[in-house]
């Protein structure tokens, strides 16, 4: 003899998969776990910590080219300073060894004569932040030398030191 549960005591069916067609959507949680609120920033706008990597590799391109145009001033006049992530992949058929970490482009056909540092490259070759900044200061003083042409040593006398 099988037993069947009373109607009481019988189970209730299960709810069909998937919501139902008038329930309403729980709302989604965005990262405001424990009701802390929303998160805000690690480090306010104002310390030297919250710039980025690349905004920190502008300025010491920038501390560069600062000590290079008061010498050179006259000579730099109307040169552009960039700073790119990587090179381009078709290398000029003069750069056969490697990656550049930096080019410079003459004036030419009302173009302003231009030095773009390589930020990737240098940074993958920099042991440390001191390391970066003496590998950026060499390359844009190599690059500015070969714009003026001129050694390096005669446009920062502290090269290779």
Known sequence: MQHVPSPEHRP????????APD????PVRRRDRRGRGVRGPLLPPGLPAHRTRAEQFDDLVLDVVELLQR??????AGTEFAVEDVPPSEPAPWESDGVPLGRCFPAESGR???V?????PVDFRAADDTDRADLVRDVVVEQVAHLLARTPE???PGYDS
């Open 12 to 19: 209730e069916p299960s709810p069909a998969p998937g919501p």
């Open 23 to 26: 329930a309403a959507v729980p």
């Open 71 to 76: 010498r050179w001033g006259p000579q730099l």
């Open 112 to 114: 302003p004569a231009r």
């Open 116 to 120: 773009v540092v390589y930020r990737r």
């Open 154 to 156: 005669e446009i920062d």
